[in-house]
C-alpha cells in the first residue's frame, strides 16, 4: 500500500518548492539583515579583536 | 558600509534559556581559566608536515603523468594509485589539519573559555592523525572504494565519524555551551556548518555492505550512487574546504589586520545563504549524464546563485583591511590571506561558471576542472592556511618568526607557483576539450585517435609540473622557518590565566525592541510588526544558542539534501528498466573489482554524454538503466585516457592482456603505465565469493550456483577468456592470473545494453518498460532469474 502512495506521489514540484524555499528565505535574512541595529553589529564585529574577557556585554 | 538601521531601545528582562546552560554574565562569579595552545601547536605542527606530504604527492603525480614509465610498472606508485593519495592527503591531511588549528584557537577566543576536555582535544588529534597514517597505508594498496575524497574503506570511515563528530564535535559544542562570551561570532557559526554537515556527508555517503574488511559496497547503484557521490563531493569541498576556512577568514584576517570585519551585517547574509545554497548545487558535476535532467538543471541553478553570496564574503574580506592597505605591502601575512580571499573570488566565480551546462559540456573530463580545483586549493585553502599559520607561529612559540624575508619568499614562490600551475593547465583544458568535438567538414571527428588529444597537451603537463615544483619549495620554506622558529622557542610556555565572570543559566536578553520608529506612524500593525522582526532580536537570539542554532543548520542541510535525493531515489522513471541489463558474473565482479582497486576511474570514464562528438568517438550513449548492479559507479570525473562504456568486445582479449603488460606498445603514444604485475599476480578464486554475496544481499538478483559454487563458475569463465586469449596468440595456462579478471569485467562493459532478449521473453519485455509499471519491474527480474552468470558472456 505504502509503495502504491508513493509511486502516486508527484514529486516533480520539489524542484519549484525548493527554489521558493531559498528565495524566501534569502529575502528575509536579507531584509533583516539589513535592518540591524550598527551598535549591535559593531559590538558583535569586534569580538575577535581581543584575547581578554570584555567587560560583561548585555547582548 | 554599515548603515544604521533602526535604534534599539532594548531593555534588560532576566531570562531563562530552556534549550541549554547559556549565559549569564550578571552572575558576577568570577572564573580563572587558560586557553590550550598546546592543541594548537599540535595541530600546527601537523599542518606543516601534511602540506608537505600533500603538495609533494602532488609533484609526484605529476610527474609520473608525464614520464609513467618511472613507477616501473610497480602498483603502489603509480599514477591511479597515488592520486588518491594526493587528494586525500591535501584535503584531509594538510586542510583538516589547518581547519582544526584555526578552530582551536580561534573558538577558544571567540568563547573566552577553555576547550571542554583537553583528553578529547589530544584524542581528535591523534585519532585524526591514525586515519590519516591508514588512508597513507591502504590507498597505495589499492584498498578503496573509488569515491573521490571518499576512497577510505569502511573501518576507517567508522572512525573518522567518531573521531569527527563525537570527539571533534562534542568537545566543540560543549566548548561553546560553556563559554564566557554571550554572542557567538560568526566564524563559530561556520564551524558548527562545518561540523554537521560534514557527519552527515560523511555518513550517508559511506554506507555500505561489508565484504570483509577491506571491502564494502555501497547500498548506492548507478544513478543513485552517482547523486549520493556528488552531493558529498561537492559539499565535501563546501564544508570542508569552504566554510572553516570561511571561519578562519573571518577571524583571523581582522586579527592580522586589527579591524573589525568590514560588515557583520553580509557576515550573517553570506553564512545562510551558503549554507541553503551550497548542498543543492551537487549535481552540477554530472550534467550531461544519466542523471535526471531535473537534478542536474536545479543543480545548475544553485550553483549560479552560489556565486552572490560567495562574492559576498569575499567582498567582505577584502574591505575588512579598507583603511590598512599600507599594512598589506609591509605584512606578508595579509599578502597571503589577500591572495587567499582573491582566489576565493576567482575559484566561487569561475564554480557558477563551470555549473552552466553549455560551459560544462566543453569543460568536463578535461583539465579544466583540475586548475579550477588548485585555483581554489592552491590559493584559497593554501593561502589562508599559510597567512594562519604565520600569523600564529610566534603566538603559539612565543618568540618572532625566524626569518620575515622566508616568509616573504614563500609567499612570492608560492604565488608564481600557483600561477604556473594553473594557467597552462587551463589552457590544456581547453585545447583537449576542443580537440575531442572538433568535427572536419564531412561531419567525422577531426582528432580520433585518444592519443593524439593527449599528446598535444603534454608539454603543459610539464609546465605544471614546475608550477608544482614552486609551490612545493614554497611550503619546504614554511617547514624550515618554523623549524628555526621552534628552535628559539622559550624553555617554558608563558601560559596566561585570565578571569572572567562565569555564565549561568539565567542571563539578561536584550529584549526584542516592542517599539519602532513608527509608533507614532498611522500605518498597519502588520509593517509595525515586520518592522520589530526585521530588528532581528530571534536571529539575535539563536547566535546566543549554539544548540538551537546547531539545530537549525541541520534542518537547512538535511531539508535540501531531502528535497534532491528523494525524488532521485523514488521516482522510478529516472532510471528506466533495461531488460537485458545483468548482474556481472562473479569473475566479472572480481575483474571490476580491481578495475577500482587499481583506481582506473582516475583515468577513464564510463559516461558517454548524449553528444555528436562522444557518440562518434566511443559509441551509443549511456542509459541510467544501464548502472543497475555498479556498485560504486564509475563514471569518473577526467578523461586522461578514454572512455570505456562501450569498451565490451571493442578490442581482443588479448590486446587487453598486452595493453596491461606495456600500454604504449598497441597504443604508442599512451601515458598510461604498465600494469605488468596484473599478468603475474595469482588470481585467488575463493575469494570471489564475498564480493557476489555482497552483491546479492543488495539485490543483484544471482541463482544458487553463482551463490555457492562461486569459485567454480568464475574459474570455467576464466578458462574460456584464457582460451581465447591463446586463440589470438596470447599466452597458455594463465587463466588464475587477476588480469584474466579484469579482462572479463572489460569485455562486458557497456554491451548489455545491445543483447538480444532471450528468446522465451515476450517481445514487449524486452523493450523499455512503460515507467514504473510493476511489469518492468517483474519482466527484468524475470530476466535476470533466468541467466545463469556463466552464461552471461564475456563478449
Not at chain 2, 237 to 266: E, H, I, N, Q, W
Not at chain 2, 385 to 413: C, E, N
Not at chain 2, 494 to 505: C, E, G, H, I, M
Amino acid at each position: 500500500m505504502i509503495r502504491d502512495i508513493v509511486s502516486y506521489l508527484d514529486y516533480s514540484v520539489c524542484a519549484e518548492i525548493a527554489l521558493a524555499l531559498f528565495v524566501g528565505t534569502f529575502a528575509m535574512i536579507t531584509y533583516a539583515a539589513l535592518r540591524l541595529s550598527k551598535n549591535a553589529t559593531d559590538r558583535f564585529a569586534s569580538i575577535p579583536l581581543s584575547d581578554q574577557p570584555q567587560d560583561p556585554r548585555s547582548e | 558600509m554599515e548603515t544604521s538601521g533602526a535604534t534599539t531601545s532594548d531593555t534588560e528582562v532576566s531570562k531563562t534559556d530552556s534549550s541549554m546552560a547559556v549565559p549569564s554574565i550578571e552572575s558576577g562569579e568570577l572564573e580563572s581559566f587558560s586557553y590550550d595552545d598546546a592543541i594548537v601547536r599540535l595541530f600546527a605542527t601537523a599542518t606543516i608536515i601534511w602540506a608537505l606530504v600533500g603538495t609533494l604527492a602532488g609533484l609526484i603525480v605529476a610527474v609520473l603523468l608525464v614520464m609513467p614509465s618511472i613507477s616501473e610498472g610497480i602498483p603502489f606508485i603509480n599514477f591511479a594509485r597515488l592520486r588518491p593519495l594526493h587528494t586525500n592527503a591535501a584535503i584531509f591531511a594538510f586542510a583538516g589539519n589547518a581547519i582544526f588549528a584555526a578552530v582551536y584557537y580561534s573558538t577558544q577566543r571567540l568563547c573566552k573559555a577553555r576547550m571542554w576536555s583537553d583528553v578529547l582535544s589530544r584524542l581528535h588529534f591523534w585519532g585524526w592523525q591514525l586515519i590519516i597514517v591508514l588512508a597513507a597505508v591502504t590507498i597505495p594498496f589499492g584498498i578503496t572504494q573509488s569515491r573521490e575524497y571518499a576512497e577510505l574503506e569502511w573501518p576507517i570511515d567508522l572512525l573518522i565519524a567518531v573521531v569527527w563528530l563525537f570527539i571533534f564535535g562534542g568537545n566543540f559544542l560543549m566548548t561553546l555551551i560553556k563559554r564566557r562570551e554571550r554572542h557567538m561570532y560568526v566564524a563559530l557559526w561556520f564551524y558548527i556548518a562545518t561540523i554537521i554537515t560534514v557527519a552527515v556527508l560523511h555518513v550517508f555517503n559511506n554506507l555500505c555492505v561489508p565484504a570483509g574488511w577491506f571491502k564494502g559496497y555501497s547500498v548506492y547503484a548507478g544513478v543513485q550512487d552517482a547523486f549520493m557521490q556528488w552531493w558529498y563531493g561537492h559539499n565535501a569541498v563546501a564544508f570542508f574546504l569552504t566554510t572553516p576556512f570561511l571561519g578562519l577568514m573571518y577571524y583571523f584576517l581582522p586579527k592580522a589586520a586589527d579591524r573589525p570585519v568590514f560588515s557583520y551585517k553580509l557576515s550573517i547574509i553570506h553564512f545562510w545563504s551558503l549554507v541553503f545554497i551550497y548542498i543543492w548545487a551537487g549535481p552540477h558535476h554530472l550534467h550531461f549524464t544519466a542523471l535526471p535532467e531535473w537534478a542536474s538543471t536545479l543543480g545548475m541553478l544553485f550553483s549560479v546563485m552560489l556565486w552572490m553570496p560567495s562574492w559576498g564574503g569575499m567582498i567582505n574580506g577584502l574591505l575588512t583591511l579598507r583603511g590598512a592597505w599600507h599594512k598589506v605591502a609591509a605584512d606578508p601575512v595579509l599578502k597571503f590571506f589577500v591572495v587567499g580571499v582573491t582566489f576565493y573570488g576567482m575559484s566561487t566565480f569561475e564554480g557558477p561558471m563551470l555549473s552552466v551546462k553549455s560551459v560544462n559540456a566543453l569543460s568536463h573530463y578535461t583539465d579544466w576542472t583540475i586548475a579550477h580545483v588548485h585555483s581554489g586549493a592552491l590559493g584559497w585553502n593554501g593561502f589562508m592556511a599559510f597567512g594562519m599559520l604565520y600569523w600564529l607561529l610566534p603566538r603559539i612559540y612565543q618568540t618572532k618568526i625566524w626569518s620575515d624575508k622566508l616568509v616573504s619568499l614563500h609567499f612570492w614562490t608560492g604565488t608564481i607557483g600557483i600561477l604556473l600551475y594553473i594557467i597552462p593547465i587551463y589552457a590544456a583544458g581547453l585545447m583537449q576539450g576542443l580537440m575531442w568535438r572538433a568535427m572536419d567538414e564531412t561531419g567525422n571527428l577531426m582528432y580520433p585517435d585518444f592519443v593524439e588529444t593527449v599528446q598535444s597537451i603534454v608539454f603543459l603537463w610539464w609546465l605544471r609540473v614546475l608550477g608544482g615544483l614552486l609551490y612545493v619549495s614554497g611550503v619546504c620554506m614554511l617547514c624550515f622557518n618554523t623549524l628555526m622558529t621552534w628552535f628559539a622557542r622559550p624553555a617554558t610556555y608563558d601560559v596566561p590565566v585570565y578571569t572572567a565572570p562565569k555564565l549561568s543559566k539565567s542571563y539578561s536578553e536584550a529584549k526584542p525592541a516592542k517599539d519602532t520608529e513608527y509608533n507614532e506612524v498611522p500605518m498597519l500593525d502588520l509593517g509595525k510588526n515586520m518592522s520589530v522582526w526585521a530588528k532581528m532580536g530571534w536571529h539575535r537570539r539563536w547566535e546566543r544558542l549554539p544548540v538551537t542554532f546547531t539545530i537549525l543548520v541541520t534542518i537547512a542541510v538535511v531539508g535540501a539534501t531531502l528535497f534532491e535525493a528523494v525524488p532521485t531515489f523514488l521516482i522510478r522513471s529516472n532510471i528506466p528498466t533495461i531488460a537485458t541489463v545483468e548482474p556481472y558474473t562473479p569473475l566479472e565482479l572480481y575483474g571490476r573489482h580491481i578495475y577500482v582497486s587499481e583506481g582506473c576511474y582516475n583515468c577513464h570514464s564510463q559516461m558517454i554524454r548524449p553528444m555528436v562528438a562522444e557518440t562518434k568517438r566511443y559509441g551509443e550513449y549511456s542509459k541510467p538503466g544501464e548502472f543497475i548492479y555498479d556498485r560504486p559507479f564509475q563514471w569518473g570525473s577526467r578523461r586522461i585516457g578514454p572512455d570505456l562504456a562501450r569498451e565490451g568486445g571493442r578490442q581482443s582479449s588479448f590486446w587487453h592482456w598486452r595493453h596491461f603488460e606495456n600500454p604504449a606498445e598497441v597504443s604508442p603514444g599512451s601515458v598510461m603505465p604498465s600494469y605488468q604485475h596484473l599478468l603475474n599476480e595469482e588470481l585467488k578464486f575463493d575469494s570471489i565469493a564475498p564480493h557476489v554475496k555482497a552483491a546479492w544481499y543488495l539485490g543483484a538478483p544471482y541463482d544458487d550456483e553463482a551463490l555457492n559454487n562461486t569459485s567454480e563458475v568464475a574459474y570455467k569463465q576464466a578458462e574460456r577468456v584464457a582460451a581465447e586469449i591463446v586463440s589470438q596468440g596470447g599466452p597458455a595456462n594463465k587463466m588464475d592470473r587477476k588480469a584474466v579478471a579484469l579482462i572479463a569485467y572489460l569485455q562486458r562493459i557497456g554491451v548489455d545494453l545491445f543483447k538480444t532478449p532471450a528468446p522465451e521473453q515476450p517481445a514487449a519485455d524486452a523493450e523499455a518498460p512503460a515507467e514504473g509499471s510493476e511489469e518492468a519491474a517483474e519482466a527484468e527480474a524475470e530476466v535476470a532469474d533466468n541467466a545463469s552468470p556463466s552464461n552471461a558472456s564475456a563478449g
